[in-house]
């Protein structure tokens, strides 16, 4: 096996995915499986969920580890899924751990991404999507009552998203010096937050193959 044949076996697994993604469905369908679903970024959640549910083997869900990082699954080697917005003036992505990537691509060769390419919806001017987002969590967490004490602005909320694109990208010692860094900030204990690698998809390096919706 190789990350070639780990991704010709994935180009038929997820063949069959869904390209309409309606929000209230996805989080409801997330809170069924207990998986995430009171994040307000669903879709990324969403996406693991649907590949989750066609992956076969060879393919073993949870990957491996690294420190404090667990990889979404392995084949011949470790792989992440993400998903993102499409948007014209940002063709970037942030992906994983530095160290735990560099880690999975010496030990073996490469390290996979599964990414998700998604036009997304933010017709929430009424804020009716949040809202209804928050009563089903229970009430307003307290990450949102600090933010409302701070007067800081609330950001749209995504409430729909189409697939147009699958790409499958692979990080070798090779290209991985064409990553970015993406600097985390602290954590709330004022330590730092491991960076993590930043990933331009136009680079024709790091593409292995795609499906097209």
């Given at each position: 096996m190789s990350a070639r044949n780990d991704i010709a076996a994935l180009q038929k697994m997820l063949a069959d995915m869904p390209p309409a993604w309606d929000g209230r469905e996805a989080i409801l369908q997330l809170k069924e499986r207990d998986y995430n679903w009171r994040q307000m970024e669903w879709i990324g959640f969403y996406f693991e969920l649907l590949?989750?549910?066609?992956?076969?083997?060879?393919?073993?869900?949870?990957?491996?580890?690294y420190g404090n990082v667990r990889f979404d699954f392995f084949g011949s080697v470790n792989w992440?899924?993400?998903?993102?917005?499409?948007?014209?003036?940002?063709?970037?992505?942030?992906?994983?751990?530095i160290a735990a990537t560099d880690a999975s691509v010496a030990e073996f060769?490469?390290?996979?991404?599964?990414?998700?390419?998604?036009?997304?919806?933010?017709?929430?001017?009424?804020?009716?999507?949040?809202?209804?987002?928050?009563?089903?969590?229970g009430g307003i967490s307290d990450y949102e009552k600090q933010?409302?004490?701070?007067?800081?602005f609330s950001r749209y909320r995504?409430?729909?998203?189409?697939?147009?694109?699958?790409?499958?990208?692979?990080?070798?010692?090779?290209?991985?010096?064409?990553?970015?860094?993406h600097a985390q900030g602290r954590n709330a204990d004022g330590s730092p937050r491991n960076p993590k690698y930043l990933i331009n998809m136009e680079r024709e390096e790091f593409e292995a193959g795609r499906i097209d919706f």
């Open positions: 590949c989750r549910d066609r992956l076969r083997p060879p393919f073993a869900v949870p990957g491996g580890r992440d899924m993400k998903a993102s917005a499409i948007k014209t003036d940002r063709h970037s992505a942030i992906l994983n751990d060769g490469a390290h996979g991404v599964v990414m998700a390419l998604v036009d997304v919806d933010y017709n929430d001017d009424s804020r009716a999507f949040q809202k209804w987002h928050s009563r089903l969590k933010r409302i004490a701070r007067n800081a995504k409430t729909a998203a189409v697939l147009r694109q699958i790409l499958f990208l692979t990080i070798t010692e090779k290209n991985k010096k064409a990553l970015g860094v």
